[in-house]
T-cell receptor, first 116, second 114 residues
Framework: AQTVTQSQPEMSVQEAETVTLSCTYD???????LFWYKQPPSRQMILVIR??????QNATENRFSVNFQKAAKSFSLKISDSQLGDTAMYFC?????????????FGKGTKLSVIP | KAGVTQTPRYLIKTRGQQVTLSCSPI?????VSWYQQTPGQGLQFLFE???????NKGNFPGRFSGRQFSNSRSEMNVSTLELGDSALYLC?????????????FGPGTRLLVL
């Protein structure tokens, strides 16, 4: 079974500043994927970034980057130059084919508020 | 490409009734997964369908069921509704290509059980 833990229920950041959201996971699988999803007030779940466990290089997508520490089972998300539109719930998730399908296991989420 | 669509977007039912939710995946995606989101339990996996077959099922009672059609569209059904079934039901589709199992979500169906 996989577990995902997000230890920060709420965070805030000033506009244009940088913020890091933490996530730790536990899995016995060797082949797995990690994701950050964003859920704004509209409730639409939007993919922010993905990381394949076999890749050592940290994934980046414009202002979003991750710090993937495989040995520590840590997968943090860094948001640079925060914008008001980044205000949302952020969910860390893992997936592996171990159960025959890539079901996502989600953390409880971090509510991020970007302050003008 | 059009995104994942879900219908209806909002639904109000009473206890004991049954409900059917529909999901149309992104064109070309063959896998459809369903998740339930509640304030108390967070996001929980319900089941996943691939090529009309249920590949995996989460820890939910048998009142929750689903199916997938030959065009990859999926439906989920909840029978004998309970107050605790009030939730946001999210559908996600995936291309299931080697190296890309990313799931893309629809806008969800908000179910309120009275």
């Amino acid at each position: 079974a996989q577990t995902v833990t997000q230890s920060q229920p709420e965070m805030s950041v000033q506009e244009a500043e940088t913020v890091t959201l933490s996530c730790t996971y536990d899995t016995s699988e060797n082949n797995y994927y990690l994701f950050w999803y964003k859920q704004p007030p509209s409730r639409q779940m939007i993919l922010v970034i993905r990381q394949e466990a076999y890749k050592q290089q940290n994934a980046t997508e414009n202002r979003f980057s991750v710090n993937f520490q495989k040995a520590a089972k840590s997968f943090s998300l860094k948001i640079s130059d925060s914008q008001l539109g980044d205000t949302a719930m952020y969910f860390c998730a893992s997936a592996s084919p171990g159960a025959g399908s890539y079901q996502l296991t989600f953390g409880k989420g971090t509510k991020l508020s970007v302050i003008p | 490409k059009a995104g994942v669509t879900q219908t209806p977007r909002y639904l109000i039912k009473t206890r004991g009734q049954q409900v059917t939710l529909s999901c149309s995946p992104i064109s070309g995606h063959r896998s459809v997964s369903w998740y339930q989101q509640t304030p108390g339990q967070g996001l929980q996996f319900l089941f996943e369908y691939f090529s009309e077959t249920q590949r995996n099922k989460g820890n939910f009672p048998g009142r929750f069921s689903g199916r997938q059609f030959s065009n990859s569209r999926s439906e989920m059904n909840v029978s004998t509704l309970e107050l605790g079934d009030s939730a946001l039901y999210l559908c996600a589709s995936s291309p299931t290509l080697a190296g890309d199992e990313t799931q893309y979500f629809g806008p969800g169906t908000r179910l309120l059980v009275l």
